[in-house]
């Protein structure tokens, strides 16, 4: 099975990905950890994304597009993935078209995960992560078992540089420019799914496990 889960910055795309990993035993692909791992390490992609990131930008649709290329043919994605944070201009969905093509592969579904800009914004404010995994906390709605600390490493959190208000509203105005045109276009597919993203965290992936249930 191969989805999409679309939606603004803070909308739950990696929360609610991680159940998907469980419940349906195939990796999450999330670019935004993939580019972080890349700056952590300091390669030259790294250092290249590194100032969008941080300034909120998108990285260039090229980088992105042969890092994917690559990470699609990898044996783990054989039997399907979960696309957290890509494709998210039209340039990279048609490129994604392109890379099924040549792959003999197609989407199921794409979850659009909708949440106000104000939400987001106090979202943002309380998220602590663990980096090398990806897996996200709130210190409210989300808290992990001791504070500030991963409850499956027992590493230390981190607040991402790019949650700073000012950059999570520049975020939020390249969403609605950049990304958000791609709902027409899985639309005029017939694979786009809406949910409201505005509710407790387990009851948003009961909304997901039903649209999945039912494919
Ligand atoms: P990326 O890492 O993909 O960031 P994003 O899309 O902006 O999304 P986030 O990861 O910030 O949010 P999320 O939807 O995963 O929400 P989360 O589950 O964490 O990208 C970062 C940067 O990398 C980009 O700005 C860009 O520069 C670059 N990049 C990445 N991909 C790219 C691409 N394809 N092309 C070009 N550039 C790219 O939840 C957020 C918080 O809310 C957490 O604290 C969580 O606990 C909490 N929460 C979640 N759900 C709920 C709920 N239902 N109720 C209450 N709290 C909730
Ligand atoms: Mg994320």
């Not at 992609?45 to 969008?52: D, F, P, Q, R, S």
């Amino acid at each position: 099975m191969k989805i999409l889960l679309l939606g603004p910055p803070g909308g739950g795309k990696g929360t609610q990905a991680k159940f998907l990993i469980d419940k349906l035993n195939i990796p999450q692909i999330s670019t935004g950890d993939m580019l972080r791992e890349h700056v952590k390490n300091e390669t030259n992609l790294g250092i290249e994304a590194k100032e969008y990131m941080n300034s909120g930008q998108l990285v260039p649709d090229k980088v992105i597009l042969g890092m994917m290329k690559v990470r699609l043919n990898q044996e783990d994605c054989k039997n399907g993935y979960i696309l957290d944070g890509f494709p998210r201009t039209i340039p990279q969905s048609e490129g994604l078209d392109s890379l099924f093509l040549e792959l003999n592969q197609s989407l199921d579904s794409v979850i659009v995960i909708e949440v106000n800009d104000d939400t987001i914004v106090n979202r943002m404010a309380g998220r602590r992560v663990h980096l090398p995994s990806g897996r996200v906390y709130h210190i409210q709605y989300n808290p992990p078992k001791i504070e500030n600390i991963d409850d499956e490493t027992g590493e230390k959190l981190i607040i991402r540089p790019d949650d700073e208000e000012s950059t999570v509203r520049k975020r939020l105005e390249v969403y609605h420019s950049e990304t958000s045109p791609l709902i027409n276009y899985y639309e005029s597919q017939n694979l786009v799914y809406k949910i409201n993203g505005e509710r407790d965290i387990n009851i948003v992936s009961d909304s997901i496990n039903e649209i999945i249930n039912n494919l």
